[in-house]
């Protein structure tokens, strides 16, 4: 494991590199965009994403040339015990490309495959969330504390559709929500996995939960969310894997037991 010290200087990094980044999409979100698809007319890439993870990758190993990568425009990346950047340059592409100002630069480091820090930031916004394990969960400098809810009908709750567009996920989807729409105050859907996370430990929203993810949505807001006293885990109940594309982060661990029960849950092919 990482020492303090070294940790802290990789905290100065991350926090350096995306506010460099976010100046990038700042400059970028009104221009006019050239954008492509990847798996889905859904699952979108722009120059910014490419230039924006260059840019953190470039960073990165110019400070710390032994540490590894995993981005989402890379490819081939695998999580192993040596520290790993796991990076979403633009998370809520589709948001960047309509000008809502609801995305962000994700960056979590994992170190013998366990997340250590996490730096989420909406440059739009100017909100910094940062966590750094055992050491608590800001925004802005100011310590985060989720609502600690454990009911879910006192629950706001954050999902999204996701990239994966196929019949199958769209009425698990559709079930999920119907199952949860009358039980719970209400149903959101924001576009980005890690400012979800971030809402949920900020206090802004009680549990989110989400299928075909991948682990560059959720590195970051994983600590980010324990480290504000809330929980996340697998949708099935037992631990989180960052590589399972799917998540459950809660105020509470009750209520995310309850909400569990309450989904229809897919596996789906691991990020490894």
């Not at 480091?109 to 750094?132: E, F, H, S």
């Not at 769209?170 to 400012?195: E, P």
Request: glycine residues 8%; proline residues 3%; negative net charge.
């Amino acid at each position: 494991m990482a020492s303090l010290s070294e940790i802290d200087e990789y905290y100065d990094v991350a926090v350096e590199l995306a506010r460099a980044a976010g100046e990038v999409i700042r400059k970028a979100i009104d221009e006019k965009k050239n954008v492509e698809t990847k798996e889905s007319n859904v699952d979108l890439v722009t120059e910014t994403d490419k230039k924006i993870e260059e840019l953190l990758k470039v960073g990165f190993s110019s400070k710390f040339p032994d540490h590894c990568f995993i981005g989402e425009e890379s490819e081939g990346s695998k999580l192993t015990d040596a520290p790993t950047w796991i990076i979403d340059p633009v998370d809520g592409t589709m948001n960047f490309v309509h000008r809502f100002p609801y995305n962000a630069i994700s960056i979590g480091l994992a170190v013998n495959k366990q997340i250590v820090l996490g730096v989420v930031y909406n440059p739009i916004l100017d909100r910094m969330y940062t966590g750094i394990k055992g050491k608590g969960a800001f925004l802005n400098g100011k310590r985060l504390q989720v609502s600690n809810v454990e009911e879910l009908s006192q629950a706001l709750v954050i999902t999204e559709f996701g990239s994966t567009r196929t019949e199958e996920n769209m009425n698990q989807l559709f079930t999920n929500i119907k199952n949860i729409v009358h039980k719970a105050h209400g149903v959101r859907m924001m576009g980005s996995a890690a400012l979800n996370m971030c809402a949920v430990a900020a206090g802004e929203a009680d549990a989110y939960f989400e299928y075909t993810i991948h682990c560059w949505d959720m590195a970051a807001g994983k600590i980010i969310v324990e480290e504000a006293g809330g929980t996340c885990i697998d949708p099935e109940g037992g631990d989180l894997d960052i590589m399972s594309r799917r998540v459950i982060c809660a105020s509470s661990s009750t209520l995310a037991k309850v909400l569990s029960k309450e989904l229809k849950h897919i596996q789906f092919p691991k990020d490894e």
